[in-house]
């Protein structure tokens, strides 16, 4: 598996893993040597967290080991296999996760590329597919939890997926899904301004001088049929 691989994996599984009621948030920052340093942040909701942690039970029993929803050390060895400098990983509880490191823009790839003055994030559903079919069979089965239309590819509405879930997991879990959205925030190097900037369609944007902020819904990545860019241009 190349390093782009590794770390591509590594992001789409927090990316996808990002079913929450609470917050979750990519920060990602230019700098002027073509690296970014990116900051990713996650809270599982309690009702999505006691899904993961009742179908774990099950994992623990037939494998003989605890189960983890975030695993550091995998985190960290996938990291550090695609050459990301200043790692830092942390897990405050079983259901947060914290997530540093410094990439080059040679390292770019699927979600996040830098050319020269622009950072561009891409959304599609054949990347996130491939990257899903790369996983262990532990993490798939975190994943496979939630019959995401983005990763099984069957096309389905927001309301068919919702009523999914809901005959399934009940109402609290799909009402934090439907409430759930992923941060994403891009920033110029130092000493730079802001001086163009898009967002995907029907996205409410902040944006000052030196950075843009949106907040992506996740039930609209879950069911996610094209592809959906954004970018800041400095």
Not at 85 to 102: D, E
Not at 108 to 123: E, G, R, W, Y
Not at 169 to 189: H, R, W
Not at 206 to 227: E, I, N
Request: charged share 20%; proline share 3%.
């Amino acid at each position: 598996m190349t390093r782009i691989k590794y770390f591509s994996l590594t992001v789409y599984l927090i990316v996808l893993l990002a079913v929450t009621g609470c917050s979750s948030s990519i920060n990602i920052k230019a700098g002027k040597d073509n690296t970014q340093d990116i900051l990713l942040s996650l809270d599982l909701g309690e009702a999505v967290s006691r899904t993961i942690l009742s179908a774990t039970k099950g994992m623990q029993k037939m494998s003989g080991k605890e189960t983890n929803v975030f695993s550091k050390n995998h985190i960290e060895s996938g990291l550090k296999k695609a050459n990301v400098k200043n790692i830092i990983v942390s897990c405050p509880s079983s259901t947060k996760l914290n997530v540093n490191g410094t990439i080059s823009s040679s390292q770019s790839h699927d979600l996040i590329a830098q050319d020269k003055n622009k950072i561009v994030v891409t959304l599609s559903p054949e990347s996130l597919q491939n990257i899903s079919k790369t996983l262990g069979e532990e993490t798939r089965s975190f994943l496979d939890l939630f019959m995401a239309p983005v990763i099984t590819g069957e096309k389905m509405t927001d309301e068919e997926y919702i009523d999914l879930l809901e005959s399934v997991y009940g109402k609290e879990i799909t009402n934090d899904i439907k409430k759930a959205s992923i941060k994403f925030t891009m920033t110029v190097p130092d000493g730079c301004r802001q001086k163009s900037y898009k967002a995907p369609e029907g996205i409410s944007v902040s944006a000052t001088d030196k950075s843009v902020s949106f907040s992506y819904p996740l039930l609209r990545l879950l069911t996610l049929t094209g592809t959906e860019t954004s970018f800041i241009q400095w």
